[in-house]
């Protein structure tokens, strides 16, 4: 544990995917998204094991709405007695009312795999929520934690700014990094650009937001504590400039999720080759198949959107 965070798997799909991370100051504690509702007793296990109850559990962080940061939210704050949850105005009416969310992901991913994916996803009443404005500081006790907007990945997207550790927790607006990609050259990195509301402009005026922090280290959702964070920054603009290239291109193909799917897996399957990966294309498809389709997903309601 590093200035009172705690990194928590949420086992979301597979191991080391998906992050929880619990900050804790004074005996008082807040999570960083929530994974989903298969995540909670991960995430009540962290408060055993670093001796603190349901009821110092001061705050409820969540980035986006999107299920895999927010899905176990309603179930969570039902055992939170103390808690508020922060959320972003535009997600606010998501969280209260989650019938529309559940609606869209079920249209993605079909009624079983959503509920094996998310489980019965519960409404948070509004009197529980803090909403946030830009630049907005919550105190954890004493600890400022500064919650910015990025748009990007999403419009109900904000980041967390602890000065304490000089650290933001990112959610998905410093892209995706996974441990098991990390090589004597450093963290492997690459966007996320989920659907429906990617846009690259604006993707790429979050991570320039984060850099004017500048944070000795970000804790992405996908997954945990990266550091030398210019330089990933610099990985991040020119990954989100390929898959704009790639999109544009197969943009009117009768094939466009196919081919973009495959230039897609080339471009990082090269890149994390030029990363020096001793891994094989099958060993690393492994870890980059599921943000491979769903990446495509986003880049298509990209281009549709844009015309």
Known sequence: MSHGIVTIDTNFV??????????????KA???DTGTNHSISYLLDSLILNDLDTKDVEYVFITHVHLDHAGGAGKLMKLLPNAKLVIHPRGSKHLEDPSRLIASSKTVYGEKVFFDLYGDIEPIPFSKMIIVDDEDIIYLQKRPLRC????????HHYCIYDEYSKSIFSGDSFGVSYRELDTMKGAFIFP???PTQFDPHEAHKAIDKILTYNPQTIYLTHYSRVSSVNSLADD???AIDKFVEIAKRYKASAMRTKEIRLAMSEFLIGSLKAHES???DQEALKFLEVDIKVNTMGLECWLDQTG
Do not use: C, K, W
């Open 14 to 27: 597979r191991p080391f995917l998906d992050a929880s991370h619990l900050i804790i100051e004074n005996g």
């Open 278 to 280: 001793q891994l094989s």
């Open 30 to 32: 807040a999570f960083v």
């Open 236 to 238: 991040l603009h020119s």
């Open 148 to 155: 910015f907007y990025t748009e990007g990945h999403a419009r």
């Open 192 to 194: 996320t650009t989920s």
